[in-house]
Each structure stands twice: as C-alpha cells, then as structure tokens.
C-alpha cells in the first residue's frame, strides 16, 4: 500500500477541508472579479460623468457664441441699451460654461485652447462693453468675432476627440478586465477540478477498499489484509469486518460440524428403519396384505427420501473441503439410467413420463460428483412438476464440451430468483411437490460439482418446457480410450412412469440454446 502523506483524522474533518480547498480558489476567483468589476464601474461611473459634462457643455459653447454676437451686432444697428444687457447676460453665460471645460479634470489636453479663448474672449468683451455702439473701435472688435468663433469650434472638435478617446480606453480597460478574469478562470478552475478528483479519490480509495473486502467475504474468499488506511471512522469498519470475518469463520465451522454430527447421528437410526422396512417388504417376517405392503412401500419411500436430504448434507460438507475430482473412465447414459432407476417410485407416483435424447457418450469425469449434480437436477425436475408431469432430458457433445439440459413442466422462474436458487439452504416460495421439505441445498450442491469440473451451470430455454437447467462441462481427456472409439449411437427413449422402458408419449427432442425465459423453483 502506497504511503498516504494526508491522513485525516475523521471523515467529517476530511469533508470539511476538501470542501474549503475545492471552494477556495473558485472564492478567490469570485471575489477578484467583483473587485475587478466595482473599479471598472467606478472609473466608468466618474469618466461617464465628467464626458456627458463636457459634452454638454461644448454642445452650448457654439450656441452662446452666436448669440452674444447677434446681441453686440444688434446693439451696434439699434442702440437699445437693453440689447447691450442681453450681449452682458450671454456673456455670463458663455463664462460660466467655459470656466466648467477649463476647470474639468479632462482639460489638460486642451488646456492652450482655453487659455487662448479666454485671453480673446476677456479682451473682447471688455471693449464691446466699453466702446460707444457707433465707434470704429467697436466696428473693429466686432470683426473678431470671426476668429473668436473659430477657436470655439477647434475646442469643441477637441473635445469631441478627448470623449471618443475616453470611450475608447473605457472598452480597453473593459476587456483587459475580462481578459484577466478569463486567464485567472483558466488557471483557478481545473485547480478546483484537480482538488475535488484528489478529495473524491481520498474518499472514494477507503470505501471501495471496504467495498472489495466485503465482496470477498461475501465469496467465501478471506482478504489478505483489513487496513483502509483512510479516515478513523473507515479504519475503525475495517477492523469490524476483520472481526465479523473471524466471527463467521466460527459460525462456519461450527455450522458444518452440526451438520456432520447430525447427518451422521441420523443415518444410523435411519440405516435401521430402512433395514425393518426392506425385510417387511421381503415379506421375511410373514405375508403381508395389500395394506400393509402400502404402508411399507410408504416407509421405503420416504426413509429413501430422507436418505437422499442426508447424503446432500454430507455432500455439501465434504465440497467445503475437497478442492479436486477423482476422475474415472464411464458412460454417461447408463449415468442418467441409474439416477432415473434409483427415483423410479417417486416417478411412479408423479405419472411423470420422460424423454431421453442424446448419444451414448464415454467421459472421462468424477463419477461420483457427476451423479450427485444429476441426482438433484432429476429430484428438482420430479418434485416440481405440475401435471401433466414431463421431464426431457437430454445432451450432445462437440469436440470441447459436453452439453446437458434437463428439463419439466412447472412454474416459471421470475428473473430475480434466477441467481439465488443456486445460494445454499435458500429456497422459493413455490412449494415442493411431497411431504418431506428439502434441505436447500441441492441446487447449490449441483453447482459446487460442475464448478469442480470447470463447468457451467445455469437456467436455459426448451421449447416445450417452463423450466430447463443446463450444464455444460469441458471434455477432458481420456486417458485409455480415444474418443474415436466412443460409441455414437443415437437413442431417444420414451417411457412411462409406471414401467421406464415400455409406454411412450409423442414430444420432440429438445435443444440446448441460452437462457431466455424466467423460471422459478425452489433449491433441494
């Protein structure tokens, strides 16, 4: 395990300072752009009002200009002394807005302009309010209007170049700010990216790490080492998965020895029951009437059935501990003929008819492990069946896998129970077909024997029935006999419950495509 340099001390301190760093340079970059934003406006606000000043106050020059000239031309022609009132009131005027341009913080660019209107403007205004209306000298200053009105308008032309240039450093400064807030963006986002993927991975790390210890003693696995070397509440989960890990090792241990002490326990009593039974039935003790042999054929039956739960018991205790087969030279039909003579009372009593469909096929396999899984597939096939009971059975082989279905009318399985039935002592909520409830175990027994094997073992599809398993398991080699010298006979049987070799039904053989239909049954 990789050395942790940051190691918090609880999940709530690791959650709290990854969300301060992940929030910090996304703050950082929040408060910047408003103070960015604030001194933009500012500067904006302030130039926006000393230009809409100037403008206006330029916009009025030309005009006041042109108006104290109509007066002092007026008064010259008439005389009127209030038109000389009206050349002194404009002329308040046009001093009050020049004072305002050459006062204004904007008016060094053009502050020789001003200085030279208001040398002019103070010159002439002082003779034409001097000088008599009809004298020479007032004639002559009249004329200097002209140059006097051409000066107003270079300054008001300045003017108007100082407010586009103000306009245009304003969109400048506007952008160089949103550059800046871009770049700062840039740089301070996939810095906040980068720090909540190093918190995620800090967080994540501890808990996948118990994620995958749980998945391990879920699969029966034991995990190599506890440690989650994250944060103290994680570490401290740790610890109680090691400690629930020694915990259900126990139970197991436990659980298994009550298993081989009771199967054991109840296999003598049962050998004996079985033993009277089979000398009743003998009829050694005397003639039996019909009744009587009813009630012994009963017997019989059912201390079978209860041997079956035990070896299954027994079975499943030794796969705990037995890794391997013991592989031997034998024919699988004559396999599937055995098992299907060892349950003929219980077809008997079902009137369950069954096809056989396959060649005769020479394996090279645990023979034992094989008739178990085989055991239990055509007990679950026979105890599950709903009338009419059929059960098809049947298996071909290419040249790496053996194929092998079995089939039988009965109630779907729903998708969700497709996995479970395979789980130990779990059983469905449909009910078994006999008075004796199976152990749950048969199914997940099965499946041990073909995962031995290095095969598979899951729900596949018939056309003619509801519910179908199928095993498929890899050919091993034969070690005294070719596979060439394998016989390949094709035979399909037929036969009655009552009689397994006699009566025959019409059905078709059956073929070994994937799962797809849901079915529902109950584990042995």
């Known amino acids: 395990m990789p050395a942790i340099f940051f190691r918090p001390r609880s999940l709530l301190q690791l959650v709290v300072i990854s969300f301060v760093l992940v929030i910090a340079p996304l703050g950082a970059l929040l408060v910047n752009a408003m103070q960015a934003l604030e001194s933009v406006s500012m500067k904006s606000r302030m130039v926006t009002l000393q230009i809409v000043s100037l403008a206006k106050s330029s916009q009025s020059l030309p005009e006041i200009v042109l108006d104290m000239e109509h007066a002092a031309r007026q008064y010259q022609v008439l005389g009127n002394p209030k038109l000389k009132g009206i050349f002194q009131l404009t002329e308040v005027s046009f001093t009050s807005e020049l004072n305002n ?18 040398v002019m403007s103070k010159a002439l205004i002082e003779t034409l309010s001097s000088a008599p209306y009809d004298s020479i000298t007032y004639e002559n200053t009249l004329i200097g209007f002209d140059l006097f009105t051409k000066h107003t308008q270079q300054l008001v032309q300045q003017i108007q170049r100082l407010i586009e240039q103000r306009s245009e450093r304003l ?17 301070l986002v996939p810095l ?19 994620e995958k210890i749980i998945q391990e003693l879920g699969s029966g696995q034991a995990p190599l080492e506890f440690q989650v070397h994250g944060p103290k509440e994680l570490n401290n989960l740790g610890e109680k998965l090691h400690w629930l890990q020694t915990r259900l090792l126990a139970l197991e241990q436990r659980k298994l020895q009550l298993i081989r002490q009771m199967s054991h326990e109840l296999k003598t009593p049962l050998a004996s029951l079985r033993e009277g039974a089979d000398l009743l039935g003998e009829e050694l003790l005397g003639q039996l009437n019909d009744s009587q042999r009813e009630v012994v054929e009963i017997l019989q039956d059912k201390g079978l059935q209860l041997q079956r739960i035990i070896e299954n018991l027994l079975d499943y205790n030794a796969l705990k501990y037995q890794r391997g087969i013991l592989a031997s030279h034998f024919d699988l039909r004559k396999l599937v003929d055995d098992v299907l003579h060892e349950y003929r009372l219980d ?48 298996w ?9 279905q079995i089939a039988n009318h009965g109630i779907a399985i729903p998708c969700e129970d497709r996995e479970r039935i395979f789980l130990p002592f779990e059983q469905g909520n449909q009910p078994r077909m006999g008075s004796i409830k199976g152990s749950g175990i048969g199914l997940s027994l099965a499946l041990e024997c073909a995962l031995l094997h290095g095969g598979t073992l899951q729900l596949g599809k018939h056309p003619l029935a509801e519910i179908c398993f199928q095993l498929q398991l890899p050919l091993l080699a034969l070690p005294s006999a070719s596979r060439d010298n394998v016989t390949s006979q094709r035979t399909i049987a037929k036969l009655s419950a009552v009689e397994l070799s006699t009566d025959t039904m019409d059905t078709d053989t059956n073929n070994t495509q994937p799962v797809s239909q849901p079915t529902r049954m109950e584990g042995l």
């Open 101 to 118: 341009i050459c006062n204004s913080e904007l008016s060094q660019q053009f502050s020789a302009v001003c200085n030279r209107i208001k």
């Open 171 to 187: 969109a400048e400064d506007a952008e160089k700010v949103k550059s800046q807030l871009l770049w700062q963006g840039i740089s």
């Open 192 to 210: 906040s990216i980068i720090m909540s993927v190093l918190f995620t991975f800090l967080i994540i790390r501890p808990i996948q790490r118990l």
């Open 347 to 394: 077809i008997q009593k079902k009137h369950l008819y069954y096809c056989l469909d396959g060649e005769s096929q020479s394996l090279f396999a645990d023979q034992v492990k094989l008739r178990t899984l085989l055991s239990n597939l055509i007990s679950n096939a026979i105890y599950y069946s709903t009338p009419p009971a059929r059960m098809w059975i049947s």
């Open 396 to 404: 071909q082989a290419d040249d790496n896998n053996l194929t092998l």
